[in-house]
């Protein structure tokens, strides 16, 4: 089976086990929900006829078994909560599989024997299963071919005996009378070797086919040769859904690295088209050249439309769904949560939303250790739980929202909260700062400690954390997305942990200014306008400088005294005037001042690495059209 199709069978096993694992939830606590049990039994019944495609038989048998108890439900027995706990089981098995192909490109050694510890669980459930399962055939161990991919119905292999000719059989025929067949794929059982060795009385072949019609007429199409077929259930649809009528989407599935490629060439096309305008300048400056200048400006902007809407179509192409990401977490947390004996409630909110696929791809092991830590340093044990007054199960709630270009996660949970004054003794005991530095920070300050390396606030070390390893990962792997994680809570009322992330690969406006000599970017969106400020309208307020701004006291801060080039602290102005840019930062707006502005242009920002990966005040970094690095400044950071 090619690895293209298990590739396949990985993303949507994934989909389908998070489709189960939310109806089941719903199941549990209220088993009556008559959606929820049709859905939990397509989407399992899809995943097991998925699993026909590949040698999974552990996995098919498991959920069979999964399959006739919620089919007994449906049929009209009770349904409990230990019913669906029990599938729920079922299905938490399949996703940790699902990670084993995912990594190791095969079941664990110990699938048999784990699924049937898990089937006999589910007997237990339900006694009569055992009679039910004994007349249905069990879930075949043979391949399907590639060929069949895509397509619905009963698949069927047909290995004729190699005397099956002596016995009057002709083994095409029987296939060609199969009812409503859809597809064919006829192969030799055994390679054929030398043509002289070729015996034209024994029969070589392996017949394999779909057919879309009831599984009782297929089995009468083949009721004289039932001991050579083997017949499967091959579901691409999920079974109750109409045939007709309705307007699905189109979609198609393209390797990641080529997108990838595609988003590199389409920054390049950005950076390459920035450069016209120089060119135009240069072209102006030519004797006679104003009409070629003018020219080039007009098939600039014509350029830089075509580019704009390429740019923003490819990051489109980039965005994936978080549900895929969020729904591997309430196994892992139900697994996290048993390993240390608590109750805890897990609630989803967002999924929906959909940011580009390498900030999906990249925020899984920072968001499973924050959510671990939730439940291993947040949530409180049951009985310190009810003298608090809170409820015994802990909740714990992973949230995304959309805020502009970017995608806001939190991880909250109602546990213990954080302690700065524990944060600060415990930076001071673990040597990270002096007792008069640890007692000079403001809380914010000292929350944020958690982030040093190695200050772990766990007493003890277990199998989930207190390693000294942690916080510090998450908020590099944040800033490699181009992002920043912050944290907050309160003692006993619970922590958030918030991730602010770019929503996709979109095009900033830049305004380009010089600091020192150096060259560095402001986002457009936040500059209202640029003044020149004579020295006469400057004031001093509380040591520092100010200036009136339409009716309003507007704050000036020297941008280069903010980036680290040499000033004297104060002002000077440079022909009675400076430059100035005014921008809205933190609700308010900033002058900053600068040497010149050297003009404008969009760009495509891509987060810093190296050693300037997370460095405070820096937004990200672009190319220039002559190849430079372009710092883009966060304004906000700055001042903070």
């Given at each position: 089976m090619s690895q293209e199709l298990m590739v396949q069978f990985l993303v949507e096993g994934r989909e389908l086990v998070a489709e189960a694992s939310r109806d089941l939830a719903m199941l549990i606590a209220r088993p009556d929900d008559v959606a929820a049990l049709d859905g939990c039994f397509r989407a399992i019944h899809t995943l097991k006829g998925s699993t026909g495609l590949f040698d999974l038989q552990p996995m098919g048998a498991m959920l069979h078994a999964a399959?006739?108890?919620?089919?007994a439900i449906r049929a009209g027995r009770p349904g409990h909560a230990e019913d669906f706990a029990r599938v729920l089981e079922a299905v938490d098995q399949v996703d940790r599989w699902l990670d084993a192909l995912e990594g190791d490109g095969a079941l664990p050694a110990d699938a048999d024997a784990a699924g049937r510890a898990i089937q006999a669980r589910m007997r237990d459930a339900a006694p009569a299963l055992d009679q039910a399962e004994a007349q249905l055939p069990a879930v075949p161990d043979w391949q399907l071919s590639a060929a069949f991919t895509g397509l619905s119905g009963t698949a069927i292999r047909y290995t004729p005996r190699v005397d099956c000719y002596f016995a009057g059989d002709d083994p095409v025929a029987i296939v060609a009378a199969t009812p409503q067949l859809i597809a064919l794929s006829i192969a030799p059982r055994d390679a054929w070797g030398e043509l002289e060795h070729y015996d034209p009385f024994a029969c070589n072949l392996v017949i394999e086919a779909v057919s879309a019609a009831p599984r009782g007429e297929i089995e009468a199409a083949f009721r004289l040769v039932a001991d050579q077929v083997e017949l499967a259930?091959?579901?691409?649809?999920?079974?109750?859904?109409?045939?007709?009528?309705?307007?699905?989407?189109?979609t198609l599935r393209v390797d990641a690295a080529r997108i990838d490629h595609l988003g590199i060439l389409?920054?390049?096309?950005?950076?390459?088209?920035?450069?016209?305008?120089?060119?135009?300048?240069?072209?102006?400056?030519?004797?006679?050249?104003?009409?070629?200048?003018?020219?080039?400006?007009?098939?600039?902007?014509?350029?830089?439309?075509?580019?704009?809407?390429?740019?923003?179509?490819?990051?489109k192409v980039r965005l994936a769904p978080l549900a895929p990401l969020f729904a591997r977490f309430p196994r892992l947390a139900r697994e996290t949560a048993g390993a240390l004996g608590k109750s805890v409630r897990l609630e989803l909110e967002g999924q929906e939303i959909?940011?580009?696929?390498?900030?999906?791809?990249?925020?899984?092991?920072?968001?499973?250790?924050?959510?671990?830590?939730?439940?291993?340093?947040?949530?409180?044990?049951?009985?310190?739980?009810?003298?608090?007054?809170?409820?015994?199960?802990?909740?714990?709630?992973?949230?995304?929202?959309?805020?502009g270009d970017q995608v806001v996660i939190e991880v909250a949970d109602d546990g213990a909260g954080i302690d700065p004054a524990r944060i600060r003794n415990l930076a001071v005991a673990r040597g990270v700062l002096g007792r008069d530095a640890a007692d000079a920070l403001d809380d914010r300050d000292a929350v944020d400690l958690i982030f040093v390396p190695g200050l772990s606030t766990a007493t003890t070390v277990n199998a989930v954390s207190g390693r000294g390893v942690g916080m510090d990962v998450v908020r590099a792997a944040a800033a490699r997305l181009g992002g920043k994680v912050t944290l907050s809570g309160e003692p006993g009322r619970g922590?958030?942990?918030?991730?602010?992330?770019?929503?996709?690969?979109?095009?900033?406006?830049?305004?380009?200014?010089?600091?020192?000599?150096?060259?560095?970017?402001?986002?457009l969106d936040s500059v209202v306008e640029t003044?020149?400020?004579?020295?006469?309208?400057?004031?001093v307020m509380r040591s520092r400088q100010a200036f009136q701004f339409r009716d309003q006291v507007v704050p000036l801060v020297i941008l280069r005294e903010?980036?680290?080039?040499?000033?004297?602290?104060?002002?000077?102005?440079?022909?009675?005037?400076?430059?100035?840019v005014i921008a809205w930062v933190g609700g308010e707006l900033v002058g900053f001042a600068v040497d010149a502005i050297v003009g404008r242009m969009d760009a495509a920002l891509r987060p810093l690495d190296g050693l300037l990966s997370g460095a405070p005040g820096l937004a990200g970094s672009t190319l220039m059209p002559d190849g430079s690095v372009l710092l883009v400044l966060d304004l906000a950071e700055l001042l903070s």
């Open positions: 399959e006739e108890l919620l089919a259930e091959l579901t691409a649809a999920e079974p109750g859904a109409p045939a007709g009528g309705m307007t699905t989407r189109r389409a920054d390049e096309l950005v950076t390459a088209k920035n450069g016209l305008v120089d060119l135009a300048i240069a072209a102006e400056a030519l004797p006679g050249g104003h009409t070629l200048g003018q020219a080039l400006r007009s098939r600039q902007a014509q350029l830089d439309r075509l580019v704009g809407d390429l740019h923003a179509a490819v990051g959909e940011v580009d696929k390498t900030i999906v791809d990249g925020l899984f092991d920072p968001l499973l250790h924050v959510l671990r830590n939730a439940l291993d340093h947040g949530v409180e044990p049951v009985e310190r739980r009810r003298a608090a007054g809170k409820p015994e199960a802990g909740l714990v709630r992973v949230t995304a929202r959309a805020a922590t958030i942990v918030r991730f602010v992330l770019p929503m996709t690969m979109i095009l900033t406006k830049l305004m380009v200014v010089t600091c020192g000599g150096e060259r560095y970017g402001l986002a003044a020149r400020i004579a020295a006469d309208r400057l004031v903010l980036v680290g080039g040499s000033s004297q602290g104060a002002l000077a102005p440079r022909g009675g005037a400076e430059r100035v």
